[in-house]
């Protein structure tokens, strides 16, 4: 039997946001390896294993579904959102850098997801509607002066900015040394918005001018978006509608 | 009858990246309204006028959308990829902003879709992994200095850059322009990544070192992503694979 390897996107949470694509992937698999929510979310059916394992130890995880599919069976990982972006593509892809020259001729293929920013920004309008950046904002796998370095230079270039991994219990302080650099290098009231949970019965989502934002705004499952300084709001009884304009004025 | 206006994002062509969301809106809608080649993609059914028009005329055909759905149609208006980036969402805000205040209180939500950018970076591998932007080449709607400076900024950042509307017959010089530029201030051999037409009949991908790309690599259905410095190309028998680490050592 030859075995593949899928490395697929389940999107925000929502089922209506799962591509057929994915879907068909779960349902020819014969194993599903990922972090224990996204697993979660996988049926349990006769002939499939599921392989939940726990949060930082992508490389582990990557390594042994590398392994069932070298084995002959058809494996695919769960990620939440996009599997390309900030999620398990790359740790599979670095796995299989630096792993037996056999597993670069595996069936190795990313099936696309809905990201996080995405889901978000359509919740509130289009504030992604012209040039964005999408940084994590986890200092685990690289440098914090990194992270100010890339903040600063994106409110140089106006980007809008989609953050992922804003907060979490472990690193508690780093989003609010960002929210505190953005305030001081933005100058001016651009909406913040703190989306949690998107597309699933726990949606929260809150629009607040950029002096008013604080980090308890965020945890680890809040998607933040910042304008840029062109950013619109629409004022409305219901809740505002926010967009980034396509054209910049010469 | 009380009307709906659902701005959809139909992914980057396959059928298998069309969300259940946007398939379930199709199939309720009265009216939809898109660029020609994009309303061709939808089912004609009794029940559903198709109304297709022309590129360049989005605020029209947006304002076309909000009166039909004030009229109490239930329109969705279809953009490829995700609506929300580079595409019919913010021209539908805009039109709402400046249109009569009762469109504010229209039913209006974005479903969102797979835009080109994660369709084509799954394609290769994961070269959006780590910290990216998304810029509009055209300078249709921006000035020309402005995209310049902002390739700028994305090189200081260390940025992998997914490009959208790279070139056009009516602007054929700016992407010899931004690549000039982006081979002067790189100074090195990241991959550079041209996916047209992905996930089509018609898909044809290219990977090559940035100072081997040259502007006719491009054209309109042409989705252009260059890796930051830290982008991997893994050699093997096939396509190679590309992927941008999660890591950045400190």
Redesign the interface.
């Known amino acids: 039997m030859s075995g593949s390897l899928v490395i697929a996107g389940l999107?925000p949470g929502?089922?209506?946001?799962?591509?057929?694509?994915v879907t068909?992937a779960l349902a020819h698999a014969t194993d599903v390896v990922g972090y224990i929510p996204y697993v979660a979310r996988v049926a349990e059916r006769p002939g499939l294993t599921l392989h939940a394992s726990d949060n930082r130890v992508?490389i582990d995880r990557a390594r042994h579904a590398l392994e069932m599919a070298a084995d002959g069976r058809r494996v695919v990982v769960v990620s939440s959102g996009?599997?390309?972006?900030?999620?398990m593509?790359?740790?599979?892809?670095?796995a299989?850098?630096a792993g037996p020259p056999a597993w670069?001729?595996l069936d190795?293929?990313?099936?696309?997801?809905?990201?996080a920013m995405?889901?978000a920004?359509?919740?509130v309008?289009?504030?992604?509607?012209?040039?964005?950046?999408?940084?994590?904002l986890s200092d685990n796998?690289?440098?914090w002066p990194?992270i100010e370095?890339?903040l600063l230079?994106?409110v140089?270039?106006?980007?809008a900015m989609a953050f992922y991994n804003p907060r979490s219990r472990s690193r508690p302080e780093g989003f609010a040394r960002a929210l505190g650099l953005l305030q001081g290098a933005c100058g001016d009231a651009r909406p913040v918005i703190f989306a949690r949970a998107v597309s699933t019965p726990e949606e929260a989502i809150r629009v607040v001018p950029l002096p008013q934002a604080t980090p308890e705004m965020a945890d680890m499952r809040t998607m933040v978006i910042v304008g840029s300084s062109a950013t619109?709001i629409?004022?409305?009884?219901g809740a505002p509608?926010l967009?980034?304009?396509?054209?910049?004025p010469?």
């Not at 140089?156 to 980007?159: L, S």
């Open positions: 999107g929502a089922e209506g946001l799962v591509t057929p694509d068909a992508e996009d599997p390309g972006v900030f999620a593509a790359a740790a599979v892809f670095e299989v850098e670069r001729d190795i293929r990313v099936a696309p997801g809905i990201t995405l889901a920004a359509a919740r309008g289009a504030p992604l509607g012209h040039d964005f950046c999408a940084i994590n796998l690289k440098p990194l370095k890339r230079l994106a140089e270039a106006d980007f619109r629409i004022a409305r009884d509608l967009y980034t304009p396509r054209s910049v010469a």
